[in-house]
């Protein structure tokens, strides 16, 4: 039977914020010493009530407490399921509290915090219940190690209610200038960037009950916000003089690019292994699973073959067209795989996770160096490795090969009648700024990593991380819009396309059209005659703001009630606006920015009843609505996601009146700013 032993200093604690090794049965000898620890100034303590039957955790055996706990692995991921599903059947909230507490310090800590969230994100009375960030629980994945020792020095020596100084995450730390990858370091490497992929993994899990898994246009979004990362990627990597990604189109060819982490595991406190550069990948055989090159190689095959026929086979030899509306979404689910969703897994197999399962063992893939896996063999660290984005330019790739045999759009699905985009700009602040030149610089910014570094009581609940950032000057966009016919719905969508690559050599409209930046989508309403639409660019439907990402604190940090309040409506899914522009080029970067009104009435999607409005869901564009459908009938990338009728963007845009551009220049300023 468990009884009430935990209890917190403030309202908004939950489990995740405890520190580890808290509950076992081995503290109940120690009680005395864990009750003064933990019992200053206690203003709420949180009775557990027994748990009417105690679980069998059996079936988590397999992974041990200080393994790597991998999204990838299908064994991890089935275990995972499971715990998810004890979560999600606990029958009401005392009983699923006390169940997290029981389960917490028996489990592999990553399993249970995976689980836990997921159980979180999912159950219906839990939905107001914070989820903090991944990077609060395990600032060991995100932040150098050596910053840890001045945390554990200034614990040290600074009284409990004294002001600790920020610990300073050093620029640039996992390579010299001689790699040319590093230039992307910023990007790759960034705190907000691995958190929102950690997040959006978790909304979007590839197993678990049908409640979890099966959502709305799950497999195309899995297809659109990846798509969407390497376009991002692609423009970031122009603006810094490197050339696109070279998609991982074979395996058996060495893959150039090292990577050494530098960061530590959460569960074993060795850094995550590296790979060096010039590493060929091997066949996998350890312990907790096997893959053959060859398999995969197989999968790819049929996957592609399936594509180029245009439908796939489900287990009884049925044939699902791919077509325009629903082929994305099926291939989505078969390429991931997400196995209860796979049209046929036995079939078109497990391409892409045992993909990333491959390359984050290439350094040890029998096991004889009993070394776990590397980066890549996580959602929390995945895009910090240049490798990432050429394993998911290829996956993209398969994608984008299937997209490109749909038809060419047409007039009537690209027009919008009566509609016309006279006027297009993007200027920063009210004052006499230029339009059309937006800024980016560097900036440091502290987070608070307390929930996941425990170095002894802290009053406030402080430990800050100080790290650089590139950050962005906010701006507005006006648009100007005739509409002749009468009073009409329309959903804005805005777009900045790269114009030249990385030598100045202009780019074709279908090279942009897969490097087109989603910036924003929302409806507005267009009354006949002239209208003038404003936006602001930190109301974007892909970003989240910076105090979603972070706990940030200053050095005097007092929460205030309203970064409690922000605190508690946390939900980390989304793109870091720090990040929502491109950093551009210290001389200026020349953008098409492209904006397009289309017709509301084709897009509008009826919600079902009696789902509440969430206030996280603002990143709706690549983290779509909890428990709502995916706000916007078109297929995700509109209109750019197909071919086009023209061969450049300018035929294009003259072509539609519902559409404009205008050139966009975006200026790197080198000095560091907070
Ligand atoms: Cu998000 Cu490969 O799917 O990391």
Same mark, same amino acid.
């Given at each position: 039977p468990l009884e009430p032993v935990f209890t917190t200093?403030?309202? *908004?604690?939950?489990?995740? !914020?405890l520190p580890e090794s =808290?509950?076992?049965?081995?503290?109940r000898n120690n009680s005395e010493e864990v009750a003064n620890r933990f019992s200053q100034n206690v203003q709420t303590r949180i009775p557990l009530r027994e748990l009417t039957s105690v679980p069998? +955790?059996?079936?988590?055996?397999?992974?041990?407490?200080k393994h790597q706990f991998s999204l990838f692995n299908s064994l991890h991921r089935e275990i995972a399921s499971q715990l998810v599903k004890l979560y999600l059947d606990a029958p009401n909230l005392q009983q699923f509290v006390s169940l997290a507490a029981y389960t917490k310090d028996r489990l592999n800590p990553v399993l249970f915090q995976y689980s836990y969230a997921v159980a979180v994100a999912h159950r219906p009375d839990t939905r107001e219940v914070p989820i903090p960030n991944i990077s609060q629980v395990f600032p060991s994945n995100f932040i150098e190690p050596s910053a840890f020792q001045d945390a554990r020095q200034e614990a040290s020596v600074v009284e409990k209610n004294g002001n600790r100084a920020p610990i300073t995450i050093p620029d640039n730390?996992?390579?010299?200038?001689?790699? !040319?990858?590093?230039?992307?370091a910023y990007f790759r490497e960034d705190i907000g960037v691995n958190s929102h992929h950690w997040h959006w993994h978790l909304v979007y899990? #590839?197993? *678990?009950?049908a409640t979890v898994?099966?959502? !709305?246009r799950r497999g195309e979004l899995f297809y659109y916000m990846h798509h969407q990362i390497l376009a991002r990627y692609n423009v970031e990597r122009f603006c810094n003089n490197l050339k696109r990604v070279l998609p991982l189109?074979? +395996?058996?060819?060495? $893959? $150039?690019e090292g990577y050494f982490p530098k960061i530590l595991s959460s569960v074993n406190n060795r850094t995550y292994p590296a790979r060096i550069s010039n590493q060929l990948l091997r066949d996998v055989d350890r312990p907790d699973g096997s893959i053959e090159i060859s398999d995969v190689e197989r999968w790819r095959d049929r996957v592609l073959a399936a594509i180029d026929q245009g439908f796939v086979e489900d287990t009884k030899g049925t044939r699902i067209p791919l077509d325009e509306k629903r082929g994305i979404d099926i291939l989505g689910n078969l390429v991931e795989a997400a196995p209860s969703l796979s049209v046929n897994m036995q079939y078109y197999g497990n391409l892409h996770n045992q993909g990333h399962n491959i390359i984050s063992f290439a350094h040890d893939p029998d096991a004889r160096h009993l070394e776990d896996f590397g980066v890549m063999g996580d959602v929390t660290t995945?895009?910090?490795?240049p490798i990432f984005y050429r394993w998911h330019g290829f996956i993209d790739n398969v994608f984008n090969k299937h997209k490109a045999l749909l038809p060419v759009y047409t007039n009537d699905e690209l027009s919008f009648n009566g509609i016309n985009v006279t006027y297009v700009e993007a200027k920063i602040g009210a004052g006499p700024a230029r339009p059309n030149t937006l800024l980016t610089y560097w900036q440091r910014s502290t987070a608070n990593l307390? #929930?996941?570094?425990? =170095?002894g009581p802290v009053e406030d609940d402080t430990i800050g991380a100080n790290f650089r950032h590139l950050q962005n000057a906010p701006w507005t966009y006006t648009f100007n819009v005739t509409n002749s016919g009468a009073r009409r719905t329309a959903t804005c969508r805005i777009f900045i396309c790269p114009k030249t690559d990385e030598r100045n050599q202009p780019l074709r409209l279908e090279e942009q059209r897969l490097m087109a930046i989603e910036m924003d989508k929302f409806t507005a309403e267009l009354m006949p005659g002239e209208n003038t639409v404003r936006r602001e660019?930190?109301?974007?439907?892909?970003a989240i703001p910076f105090e979603r990402s972070f706990r940030a604190v200053g050095v005097n940090y007092q929460p205030t009630a309203a970064d409690e309040l922000a605190r508690f409506r946390f939900?980390?899914? *989304?793109?870091p606006q720090h990040l929502? +522009?491109?950093?551009?080029k210290p001389e200026g970067m020349l953008f098409d920015l492209f904006v397009m009104f289309s017709d509301y009435a084709n897009e509008a999607v009826a919600q079902p009843t009696n789902t509440p409005n969430d206030?996280?869901?603002?990143?709706?564009?690549?983290c779509g609505l909890k428990d709502k +459908?995916?706000?916007?009938?078109?297929?995700? *990338?509109?209109?750019?996601?197909r071919r086009l009728p023209n061969d450049n963007l300018t035929d294009f845009v003259g072509a539609f009146s519902n559409m404009a551009k205008t050139d966009l220049t975006i200026r790197f300023n080198d000095k560091l700013v907070g």
């Open positions: 200093r403030d309202q *908004g604690k939950t489990v995740f !914020d =808290f509950y076992t049965d081995r503290y069998n +955790l059996d079936f988590a055996a397999k992974l041990g407490r730390y996992t390579a010299s200038d001689r790699e !040319d990858e590093q230039r992307l899990p #590839a197993s *678990g009950p898994v099966n959502k !709305d189109n074979n +395996l058996r060819e060495e $893959i $150039i995945a895009m910090r490795d307390a #929930a996941g570094l425990d =170095f660019s930190t109301q974007s439907s892909v939900c980390g899914c *989304g793109w929502l +522009l491109p950093k551009g206030a996280c869901s603002t990143a709706y564009s690549f +459908l995916y706000p916007d009938a078109r297929t995700m *990338g509109f209109p750019f996601d």
